[in-house]
């Protein structure tokens, strides 16, 4: 089972130019220019300080699917010559006065990091043992740069390579009787968990023209006496019988990376699970985190981290679905409340599964169910986590409360890990329900269905309509005086200005005001959806007229650039930046951008639901459309910013 965890081969990353190491000009750019000037709908730029909390930075993890590989691992010992890579501990120290001596040896490939903004890294282990005369201590261990070429099935104490500058590092189990405790659904919150700043040998490793190689790190501590002796996980998975910790991936020793401060990630669902050679990991559709500085380098950097509700990521339950998983339909950074830290909220249409995942961690769950039901159809389209814990979800056309979409509430207790059930605590139904949005301000929730947004209570535990807002129609030649549906697909914050919510349909994109204080749509704006009849005029889901909502005050295309951001139709997410003032966005269906296939029945092409591109407008208005392969099929994009407005 090695193979799980590790590549065995150490092949350079090639592409048509020769070796490929990503560049100063892919990694490395000027910090992003801030926003524009203030505006009711755009942010100042954020201060230095602020951007640490704002939104998240990149944060790698090595790993077979991840922009950091684990290349090889393995320990020595005084006692023999033997090959030890394949066992599941690394050995540190002396157990027995020095009679016995132990060294590990372990080796990342971080090349593609070459010339990025490294702004921490860690050596993350886990400690599955000390003796009994070290409970309740922390020994000493060094982690050394190892300055000459070694190779894991070869290596020995007697042609061991010489080490460069070290690292001092304090710590053990601190048990008063030192067991190692893995936590099944929360790997990181186990107590063998230990992270060793390694910063300056990472940044070494990948500064542009570096003399400094890369031949790994060496683990050592005091090898004469009592005291200092420590057992690891390795890169090498073992069964339960063998072992309680060194099972599962999380535990293996992980570099761990944030780069590109500032460089606020892209998280996005796709159908497209790309091969990989030997065919490890099994290709697999996942959600991926791509890095927004430099989009036009996506081609050779790719996502920089993947993520799926698999065995590897630590969700063990096959009950549910993860094997089934389609790469995830609603998908966010929030507050984890109740949970503590920042957490991934997500959901997958195809697979049912709905989770709370800890981030960056971005292993095990706090909260996870199956929303599936025989019979029913598989379209889940928009999650949302409440402070105390529970979970909202939209569904456009499952059977709610008798009718055809809506929302349900699930307890906290409904998703306990080990024991969760799928019978929702509360629903209410709304025609083509697809995402909502917790208010943090106001307690309420906002949800966008087919033809309005909806203000949401979600008092006592019940979920109720407080007041509608409908969509301007679109304009139709058919229909030319009542037009045709909006049918609505994104509902996101404006961050920046918590009173604004993006909104993407079949029409276009706009921006939603929820108090309706000022009149906010500019008739001088150019553009297909919405106009001015309709939004002047609102009409309901079957064209009669509203006349209840001034839409001038709620239906909003003041914002900055609206002109150049609201082009395209059937928008199927929008977002923006609070650091940059960027805004990225997916279109798909009748948008030129969809993927497209023959249709067998007959032979024509036609447009699919998700697209291989994310648009990204910058803040002076200019559009980019970027994507890492041609054959990525995303639904959503959104920024990960771990907040509610």
């Not at 959901?347 to 769950?365: C, E, K, N, T």
């Not at 799928?422 to 301000?441: I, K, Q, R």
């Not at 006592?460 to 807002?469: K, P, V």
């Not at 679109?474 to 404006?494: I, N």
């Amino acid at each position: 089972m090695r193979h799980l965890f590790k590549r065995r081969r150490t092949t350079r990353l090639a592409t048509a130019g020769g070796v490929f190491l990503l560049a100063l000009s892919a990694l490395t750019v000027p910090r992003p220019a801030p926003a524009s000037a203030a505006s009711p709908a755009q942010a100042p730029a954020l201060s230095e300080a602020a951007l640490a909390t704002a939104t998240a930075s990149p944060y790698a993890q090595s790993g077979p699917r991840n922009l950091i590989k684990r290349l090889q691992d393995t320990y020595i010992t005084s006692a023999d010559t033997a090959d030890h890579s394949q066992g599941h501990l690394l050995h540190v120290g002396t157990a027995d006065n020095g009679a016995t001596k132990y060294r590990s040896f372990l080796r990342f490939d971080v090349s593609r990091l070459t010339g990025a903004n490294i702004s921490k890294a860690y050596l993350r282990v886990y400690n599955s043992y000390v003796p009994a005369s070290d409970c309740g201590k922390n020994p000493w261990m060094g982690v050394y740069r190892v300055a000459e070429p070694w190779d894991e099935h070869t290596i020995t104490w007697a042609n061991q390579p010489a080490v460069g500058e070290g690292i001092g590092s304090w710590f053990g189990l601190g048990h008063p009787d030192c067991p190692d405790v893995p936590n099944k659904y929360l790997p990181d919150k186990s107590n063998g968990i230990q992270r060793i700043d390694v910063t300056d040998m990472v940044k070494g490793w990948t500064r542009p023209g570096t003399t400094t190689p890369n031949y790994g790190l060496r683990l050592s501590t005091t090898e004469t006496g009592a005291g200092g002796y420590k057992d690891f996980c390795s890169m090498n998975p073992t069964t339960a019988g063998n072992d309680a910790a060194c099972t599962r991936a999380y535990f293996a020793p992980t570099l761990e990376v944030e780069f590109n401060s500032g460089s606020t990630p892209i998280i996005t669902g796709n159908e497209y699970g790309p091969p990989y050679a030997d065919g490890y990991p099994v290709a697999h559709e996942a959600l991926e985190f791509l890095d927004s500085a430099n989009p036009s380098v996506w081609p050779d950097s790719k996502p920089y981290q993947r993520w799926l509700p698999d065995a590897y990521h630590s969700v063990d339950d096959t009950s549910l679905n993860g094997a089934n998983w389609k790469g995830g339909t609603s998908h966010k950074l929030r507050p984890g409340g109740v949970y503590g830290g920042n957490v991934l909220v997500t959901g997958d249409g195809g697979s049912g599964f709905v989770g709370v995942i800890p981030y960056p961690a971005l292993s095990g769950y706090h909260w996870a169910i199956n929303v599936n039901e025989s019979g029913a159809p598989a379209d889940l389209h928009g999650v949302e986590l409440l402070p105390n814990g529970s979970v909202v979800t939209a569904f456009p056309s499952r059977t709610i409360a008798g009718a055809a979409g809506g929302l349900r509430l699930y307890s906290r207790a409904a998703g306990t890990p080990g024991a969760w059930h799928n019978t929702p605590a509360a629903e209410l139904p709304l025609p083509g329900a697809h995402e909502v949005v917790y208010d943090p301000a106001s307690g309420f929730l906002w949800a966008l269905g087919s033809h309005a947004v909806y203000k949401v209570s979600v008092a006592n535990g019940t979920l109720s309509i407080e007041d509608t807002f409908y969509l301007p129609r679109q304009t139709s030649t058919a229909h030319p005086e009542t037009g045709d549906p909006a049918y609505g697909h994104d509902l996101t914050p404006v961050y920046g200005n918590p009173d604004r919510l993006w909104v993407s349909s079949n029409g276009g994109l706009v921006q939603f005001s929820k108090s309706g204080s000022a009149v906010c749509y500019d008739t001088s704006v150019s553009q297909t959806w919405p106009v001015k009849t309709f939004v002047e005029t609102l009409r309901d889901e079957k064209g009669a007229v509203n006349t209840a909502k001034d839409g001038t005050r709620h239906w909003c295309n003041d914002y900055p650039h609206a002109q150049q951001i609201n082009t395209r139709k059937f928008v199927k997410s929008i977002g923006n930046d609070p650091v940059t003032g960027k805004v990225a966005t997916t279109c798909a269906d009748e948008c030129p951008l969809a993927n497209t296939h023959i249709d067998p029945k007959t032979g024509q092409v036609v447009r699919d639901y998700h697209t291989a591109v994310i648009e990204i407008i910058q803040p002076d208005g200019s559009r980019g459309a970027y994507q890492w392969s041609d054959n990525s099929k995303h639904y959503r994009a959104t920024w990960a910013v771990p907040s509610y407005q």
